[in-house]
């Protein structure tokens, strides 16, 4: 069974810093494109970042260009976002997804993880 | 690549019939998928490749159009259907979600 755990949100001021987890499992991680997709109070869904099986070759939204920096572990099926410079309008859950249907779909994603900027 | 879906706001009755419309502002071939949400949930692929029904989900949704126009279709609203609907298209980085449409018992 696909699995994946978020973790890492909470309260950060203006201009800080935190970074996400996403635990994985029932699948072999180190295969597939691994993603971010937000999701501000009340708004709806924005794809934030994505990263390719390797590792190397990354993708960002233009919002958070500069700021935010997607990784992976492969060998600890673990995939991470630093957000870096956070502002306001960054709060909103964060929730991973897995690229599926042969990389044209989420099937699967994680319960989400509440990240909160504000002083 | 800037989804527009339409209405953003539907209200409908059980057994009506609900189309929701997704307008790319560029070509994406058939590079369109269809996503549920009801609150506080992850969103649940209903279709994918613009047409395709993922597997588990009811006949009653369906899926069409290619390059710049798509259509998810509900053919029979059930109670369960009542929820937010987002398209979000796999053609090429940054990928992007419609703004989505919100199905509520008339």
């Known amino acids: 069974e696909v699995q994946l755990v978020e973790s890492g949100g909470g309260l950060v001021q203006p201009g800080g810093s935190l970074r996400l987890s996403c635990a994985a499992s029932?699948?072999?991680?180190?295969?597939?494109?691994m993603s971010w997709v937000r999701q501000a109070p009340g708004k709806g869904l924005e794809w934030v970042s994505a990263?390719?099986?390797?590792?190397?070759?990354?993708f960002y939204a233009d919002s958070v260009k500069g700021r935010f920096s997607i990784s992976r572990d492969n060998s600890k099926n673990t995939l991470f976002l630093q957000m870096n410079s956070l502002r306001a309008d960054d709060t909103a859950v964060y929730y991973c997804?897995?690229?599926?249907?042969?990389?044209?779909?989420?099937?699967?994603w994680g319960q989400g993880a509440l990240v909160t900027v504000s002083s | 690549i800037q989804l527009t879906q339409s209405p953003s706001f539907l209200s409908a009755s059980v057994g009506d019939r609900a189309t929701i419309t997704c307008r790319a502002s560029?070509?994406?071939?058939?590079?369109l998928a269809w996503y549920q949400q009801k609150p506080g949930k992850a969103p649940k692929l209903l279709i994918y490749?613009?047409?395709t029904l993922q597997s588990g989900v009811p006949s009653r949704f369906s899926g069409s159009g290619s390059g710049t126009e798509f259509t998810l279709t509900i053919s029979s609203l059930q109670p369960e259907d009542f929820a937010t609907y987002y398209c979000?298209?796999?053609?090429?980085?940054?990928?992007?979600f419609g703004g989505g449409t919100k199905v509520e018992i008339k």
């Open positions: 997804a897995k690229e599926s249907c042969g990389g044209d779909c989420y099937l699967y």
């Open positions: 029932g699948f072999t991680f180190s295969n597939y494109v």
């Open positions: 990263i390719r099986s390797s590792g190397v070759t990354t």
């Open positions: 560029q070509g994406i071939s058939s590079y």
């Open positions: 490749t613009a047409s």
């Open positions: 979000q298209q796999f053609s090429i980085y940054p990928l992007t």
